[in-house]
């Protein structure tokens, strides 16, 4: 494991244990925060922490990976209850200098017994990380923000019944992608992503940090995926609204 995703790891864990050092890998002269519930600053972190009844926050870090200054994070928390969220760190210099989170209540697990973090976590396939992230990256364009769906099955091997699904609500292979969305229609609910943020990767993990809609409602998405002989085959999402700009602490924009 690298320095920074060690550092990283403790900084997390350092949520649940109250330890200084850890923290001092943040640059306490810039830390850019796009959490909109915190302030800017080494001072918005510690508020953020301030706030957390005594002893009452836990913290499993399931996976991490690098992309160049880029540490993403893939946590179970427990803090105003359970949640799973993605982090991403950017560092400069040997600090951290900006921070990106995308939390939702954890659900599941899913009709075909998957939880939202279980699965494989080790990085392969270093060799490939461009070539992955090239796929991902066309994925998203066709499928999730152009409904290109004629191209969905190219990205997936055979028919897609070996892809692996955590999302709560959705079961694995294309069939239960399908099935999903159908629901979702049926309910009234769409989901449309209408911008790709940021595409990071490390081997055959590829996330991207997209914004959208959910229901109409301005959504923050967060979506892993890994990789297996250039198809796609698991994935791990947290869904997030974006609240008001009225209710911001920052100014810097979710993403």
Known sequence: MSIQKKQVVELLKAIETGAGEPVAVINPDKYIQHNLGAADGLAGFGALLAALPPHSAKVNTVRVFQDGDFVFAHTEYDFFGPKIG??????????????????????????????????????????????????????????????????????????????????????????????????????????????????????????????????????????????????????WDTIEAIPPKSEWKNGNGRF
Request: proline share 3%; hydrophobic share 40%.
């Open 86 to 235: 993605f982090d991403i760190f950017r560092f400069e210099n040997g600090k951290i200098v900006e921070h990106w989170d995308n939390l939702q209540e954890t659900a599941g697990p899913n009709s075909s017994g998957h939880s939202m973090t279980d699965g494989p976590a080790a990085a392969v396939d270093l060799d490939k990380t461009e070539a992955n992230k090239k796929l991902v990256t066309a994925f998203a364009d066709d499928i999730l923000v152009n409904g290109r769906m004629d191209k969905l099955a190219g990205y997936f091997q055979g028919n897609g019944d070996s892809y692996t699904q955590h999302n709560p609500l959705i079961a694995d292979g294309l069939s239960g992608l399908a099935a999903g969305f159908t629901a979702l229609a049926k309910a009234g609910i769409t989901i449309k992503y209408d911008h790709i943020h940021k595409v990071l990767g490390e081997g055959n993990f590829v996330l991207i940090a997209s914004e959208g809609t959910l229901g109409g409602k301005p959504t923050s998405f967060y979506d892993l995926f890994r990789l297996q002989d250039g198809k796609i085959a698991e994935h």
